[in-house]
């Protein structure tokens, strides 16, 4: 399956209790429509506010569903989840697919816009004047030499191991509703959690001339969240595409 969200009306992808998520959300509407329970796996976990522009998941079903059903499910849950989650395709894969293990790639958005805007505040950060994104972008390059990303993780998580490997990470020009704007573009093979907020965060503060190149290299030497910036607000992060190998 793969679907979008945004995700200010929801506390995150995973299911929890007493909170809405998104995946709770789907599993809901389709234990309506194909009456029986059935699980959903998401390619990540997005946390509270967080949006996706395109999220993969993967469910079992037994043979007996035909291939109608199938072709079917998208508009049959559009009509259920409501205005906030587009379910866009669902598709027949190997049995031993995952949404998760599979994934060789994923790639996040981060949004700014420098002009004060009522139009963009819901999906997009507004940048203070005079960050430097030159320097910004030579402190990201530092990212891609980094295997370890203790400093940039939620203090306290499940993860068996802080090591990610990145392929991208830099702050690109754009233009949003006509606004000047920026975007930071990051891929890796993995990602934890908090990891890009605080990495923006603390690239943020190398932009205010808070941190010099040689203190973000010391960030990250460090391996502590305590030497990392502040953790950016979520809803201008976007969980922008998801590869796998097949």
Not at 114 to 141: C, I, K, V, Y
Request: aromatic content about 10%; hydrophobic content about 40%.
């Amino acid at each position: 399956m793969t679907l979008s969200y945004c995700g200010a009306s929801f506390h995150g992808w995973q299911s929890q209790p007493n909170a809405v998520s998104v995946q709770s959300t789907i599993e809901s509407a389709m234990s309506l429509v194909l009456r029986r329970s059935v699980g959903i796996t998401g390619a990540g976990r997005t946390d509270t506010g967080v949006n996706a522009r395109r999220m993969v998941a993967h469910f079992d079903l037994p043979l007996t569903y035909d291939t109608g059903i199938i072709d079917r499910l998208p508009r049959a849950l559009n009509a259920i989840v409501g205005p906030d989650i587009a379910i866009e395709s669902v598709r027949e894969v190997h049995n031993d697919a995952h949404a998760r293990f599979d994934a060789v790639s994923r790639t996040y958005h981060y949004y700014t816009h420098t002009h004060r805007s009522p139009f963009l505040n819901r999906f997009s950060w507004q940048e203070p004047p005079g960050l430097d994104f030159d320097m910004m972008n030579d402190a990201a390059r530092l990212l891609i030499d980094t295997a370890d990303f203790t400093s940039f993780a939620k203090l306290h998580s499940d993860a068996k191991t802080n090591i990610c490997r990145l392929t991208e990470a830099r702050w690109i020009p754009a233009k949003i509703e006509g606004e000047q704007a920026h975007v930071f573009v990051i891929s890796a093979d993995r990602f934890l959690r908090n990891m890009v907020r605080a990495v923006v965060g603390t690239l943020v503060d190398v932009g205010r001339h808070k941190l010099s190149l040689d203190d973000f290299a010391a960030v990250i030497s460090a391996r502590d969240r305590c030497a990392a910036g502040t953790s950016m607000p979520p809803h201008p992060l976007f969980l922008w595409d998801v590869k796998y190998p097949y």
